[in-house]
């Protein structure tokens, strides 16, 4: 009989990169390889399969009562969540349970009393210290984690940092980094391409001016009011043009219509980014100290921006710095408009950075490295 590996996740798996890439990435191995998270789109199909894996979406009608208090919702969702989770662990009798975050890890952890398969605990953050998350339900996720910490076999996180703070508060653990890096190859020669000057055609930007992009969510904790502040009346020779969506999204609208250096773009989806990327100089990695897991962390678009061909210019947290550094990617400083502002203005007119190789930040690597835990496990 083939082996079933079952990824669990509170996420829509149809939209969530990382694990699609790892689901892809596992369909090489002689198993069943099956992802199951949560609809949250009204989608005309809930299983999605081909040759390799199957996913499945789940409907929680839980999900639809919004009178509740945002508390009890959170409550209720979790617990059916967990019920059809149980249906789906019994029918497929995995050989290994993967969880992505702590949302699905409790109903792993108990059902594996049941079925003696191994526990691979993948924490997309540092989970109990997030942007965003309460003093309670840290506390709360902290504990739960503490509790299960000894039944995880494998412990696999998004940067060392991230995985050296987990060994030290929970405990040494078989541990394993897999980066947030995207699916994409190297650029070569961005500014050789016909689609170069995009950014400046769309915006009618004079063409001798630089380009700084940020991409990704426009909200609260990633520096938006701060990029604003730097660009609204700078001195540099250089346009900002912010890509993606957020609660701040409008603020962002409406400043580009005040100030002609700063610009709106709509998302794009994942497989446009490179190409959109590429055609500006600079991407923007400055992100805020308001949580753990931000000052640890290794965002995903640090990686698009690199293998786009763009200089980095990002917050001087540990990771992003070793990271940019280590590469040679870019430069980094403290995330204060000061700062920033003093950086923009040494750098944007000097040449663009040669990159060393990136071949261990590349997904194909991080393959590797997930497929020798898979080929390793008892």
Not at 316 to 326: A, G, S
Request: charged share 20%; hydrophobic share 40%; proline share 3%.
């Amino acid at each position: 009989m083939v082996e079933t590996v079952l990824h669990l996740s509170h996420t829509d798996i149809r939209h969530d990169s990382r694990i699609l890439k790892q689901l892809k990435a596992l369909g090489s191995l002689n198993k069943n390889i099956v992802g199951i998270g949560v609809n949250s789109l009204e989608l005309d199909k809930n299983v999605h399969s081909n040759e390799q894996i199957k996913i499945i979406t789940l409907e929680l009608f839980t999900k639809k009562i919004k009178f509740l208090p945002r508390f009890f919702r959170h409550i209720f969702n979790f617990g059916e969540l967990n019920f059809k989770l149980i249906s789906y662990l019994i029918k497929f009798k995995p050989s290994v349970v993967h969880c992505h975050d702590t949302t699905v890890l409790p109903i792993g952890v108990v059902m594996s009393f049941f079925y003696n398969y191994t526990i691979i605990y993948d924490a997309h953050e540092l989970e109990s210290n997030r942007n965003g998350q309460g003093k309670f339900f840290s506390s709360v996720v902290f504990y739960l984690e503490k509790i299960l910490w000894k039944r995880i076999d494998i412990f696999i996180s998004v940067s060392d940092s991230i995985i050296e703070w987990y060994n030290t508060k929970l405990g040494p653990k078989k541990s394993c980094l897999i980066l947030n890096s995207p699916d994409i190859k190297i650029i070569e020669n961005h500014k050789n391409d016909e689609n170069a000057y995009y950014f400046h055609n769309l915006f009618n930007i004079n063409k001798d001016r630089k380009i700084f992009i940020y991409l990704g969510i426009i909200g609260e904790g990633r520096g938006i009011h701060k990029y604003i502040e730097v660009f609204k009346n700078n001195s540099f020779n250089a346009d900002i043009v912010f890509v993606g969506y957020g609660e701040l999204t409008n603020y962002v609208k409406e400043s580009s219509e005040i100030f002609k250096s700063i610009h709106y773009h709509n998302p794009v989806k994942h497989d446009e980014v490179v190409s959109l990327v590429k055609s500006a100089d600079y991407g923007l990695c400055f992100i805020e100290n308001i949580s753990l897991s931000d000052y640890f962390c290794l965002p995903n678009k640090l990686f698009e921006y690199a293998f786009s061909g763009l200089t980095i210019i990002g917050s001087d947290f540990p990771e992003i710095r070793k990271v940019v550094q280590d590469y040679n990617l870019g430069y980094t400083t403290k995330p204060e408009v000061s700062n920033m502002i003093s950086l923009i203005s040494t750098v944007v007119d000097k040449p663009k950075v040669e990159f060393k190789n990136l071949y261990e930040l590349s997904w194909p690597a991080q393959v590797e490295k997930l497929l020798n835990i898979y080929s390793n496990l008892n």
